[in-house]
């Protein structure tokens, strides 16, 4: 919006101006506040959650006031990481002391209008594994330099699709590419969220049929998330349960399409 950016700039003159005849009052501190907001800086990412290997992954980056960000990739494990279970001052150390797999700056060319802008950034093809995206205006990504967004994602060949059947799901799984059925496919479920507790572990292990079938058989209100896995690639496929069923209940029919 040209008159925006019109208006903002106006807006800038008129506190400078006020901030140098008035220097020290309580004005030109609102002035300078309102200066702070107009050329704050913010930046985050978005992506989706699965790739496929061997191809570009892009992202999206949302940034303000900015020309510049680095980006790196690092390789995580198959096991989830909880952030959450990181304390607050130490997530970016945790972040930055994964190996990195990928790393590069990227320049934007955009008018001085003190607008949020986005654009697209392509990873380089990676390997089935667990990643770590970061991104930063600050090349070592330490927080207190600059803004650091950071996302976890998975590249894998295989794609989970679910549907229930007498309170149960099961699972068909696929190649995320064709939607051709994958063969002898591990499926392992594990108990509860937190999968590095000590109680935690594989309750049930199957294996999909030349239909890429697999169907649990579980205790009535259990939850469950389910690994895949095959030849190096593992996929989770996330969270799962079984609950009672009413002998009087007629499930609907359900059809379901691979795009």
């Not at 976890?152 to 060949?157: C, G, L, R």
């Not at 169907?215 to 190096?232: H, I």
Request: some cysteine; proline content about 5%; aromatic content about 10%.
């Amino acid at each position: 919006n040209p008159q925006r950016i019109q208006d903002i700039t106006r807006a800038i003159d008129i506190c400078e101006a006020a901030i140098k005849r008035h220097p020290g009052t309580y004005g030109a501190q609102l002035c300078q506040s309102l200066l702070d907001n107009i050329r704050a800086t913010s930046l985050n990412v978005q992506m989706e959650n699965v790739y496929l290997p061997g191809e570009p992954a892009l992202v999206k980056v949302n940034f303000r006031n900015m020309d510049k960000v680095y980006v790196k990739v690092a390789r995580g494990t198959h096991e989830p990481e909880f952030l959450e279970n990181i304390s607050w001052e130490k997530k970016y150390d945790f972040l930055n002391g994964l190996p990195v797999v990928q790393r590069r700056e990227w320049s934007f060319k955009v008018p001085e209008d003190y607008q949020s802008h986005s654009t697209e950034i392509a990873l380089e093809s990676l390997q089935p594994g667990s990643y770590w995206l970061l991104v930063s205006g600050d090349a070592g990504f330490d927080p207190k330099k600059n803004h650091v967004s950071y996302a976890q994602f998975t590249v894998s060949s295989l794609a989970a699709v679910t549907y229930m059947e007498k309170g149960s799901n099961n699972f068909f799984v696929v190649n995320r590419a064709t939607g051709v059925p994958v063969a002898d496919v591990k499926v392992e479920l594990f108990r509860g969220r937190n999968l590095r507790k000590e109680n935690a572990g594989v309750v049930q292990t199957l294996m999909t049929d030349q239909n890429g079938h697999a169907q649990p058989t579980l205790s009535e209100n259990y939850g469950v998330e389910a690994r895949l896995s095959l030849a190096g690639d593992t996929l989770w496929a996330g969270s799962f349960y079984h609950y009672r069923q009413s002998d009087e209940y007629s499930a609907p029919l359900q059809v379901h399409f691979f795009t």
